[in-house]
T-cell receptor, first 117, second 115 residues
Framework: GAVVSQHPSRVICKSGTSVKIECRSL??????MFWYRQFPKQSLMLMAT?????????EQGVEKDKFLINHASLTLSTLTVTSAHPEDSSFYIC?????????????FGPGTRLLVL | AQSVAQPEDQVNVAEGNPLTVKCTYS??????LFWYVQYPNRGLQFLLK??????LVKGSYGFEAEFNKSQTSFHLKKPSALVSDSALYFC?????????????FGKGTRLSVIA
């Protein structure tokens, strides 16, 4: 299957700092990328959907000024957690889908564990 | 709105025995159905999907799933479980319409295969 990478895999930061997470599709062009958040022992919660070159669409309750998403190219999307606080600590997972519509499989990155002290 | 139900939080099975992880869905129109597996501290790995055609779908690692439209189910099965199959399994659905509709996930079922 297709490969999606995320960097970093783990990050620890101080409260008030900003953290950038990169998501790359390595062997396909991802016209659509999704960002999820997963709390321990829970399912994935969709945060936002982004298309290359367009503004991201955020799910209800997700602050767009807090979680900045940039989908600058067909292989790269970034999520920046601005002014991070301890409650932002979580497992963040990106997902990418090639052009082809809803039949296409969504492939997931390995996740980034964020710990805000 | 679409939704996915995985009625079992945990499934325990002995190694070598068949396993079933249940999933039912609700969606407007025809569904596209997916199964993913998640190992500890990892992202999700794609196992298989149903788009159209044969109701029995075969996927990675010997897993298969059967689409049952009348029961709106898409149960995941494997004839003989391995200890290495122990993981968290997610069923997901997306309506078969155009656009960027995201996957909707079930809450997950933890499979434990006991040697």
């Amino acid at each position: 299957g297709a490969v999606v990478s995320q960097h970093p895999s783990r990050v620890i930061c101080k409260s008030g700092t900003s953290v950038k997470i990169e998501c790359r599709s390595l062997d396909f062009q991802a016209t659509t990328m999704f960002w999820y958040r997963q709390f321990p022992k829970q399912s994935l919660m969709l945060m936002a959907t982004s298309n290359e070159g367009s503004k991201a669409t955020y799910e209800q309750g997700v602050e767009k000024d807090k979680f900045l998403i940039n989908h600058a190219s067909l292989t790269l999307s970034t999520l920046t957690v601005t002014s991070a606080h301890p409650e932002d600590s979580s497992f963040y997972i990106c997902s990418a889908r090639a052009h082809g519509g809803p039949r296409e499989t969504q492939y997931f990155g390995p996740g980034t564990r964020l710990l805000v002290l | 709105a679409q939704s996915v139900a995985q009625p079992e939080d945990q499934v325990n099975v002995a190694e070598g025995n068949p396993l079933t992880v249940k999933c039912t869905y609700s969606v407007s129109g025809n569904p596209y159905l997916f199964w993913y597996v998640q190992y500890p501290n990892r992202g999700l790995q794609f196992l298989l999907k149903y788009i159209t055609g044969d109701n029995l779908v075969k996927g990675s690692y010997g897993f298969e799933a059967e689409f049952n439209k009348s029961q709106t189910s898409f149960h995941l099965k494997k004839p003989s479980a391995l200890v290495s199959d122990s993981a968290l399994y997610f069923c997901a659905v997306r309506p078969a319409i155009s656009g960027n509709t995201p996957l909707v996930f079930g809450k997950g079922t933890r499979l434990s295969v006991i040697a």
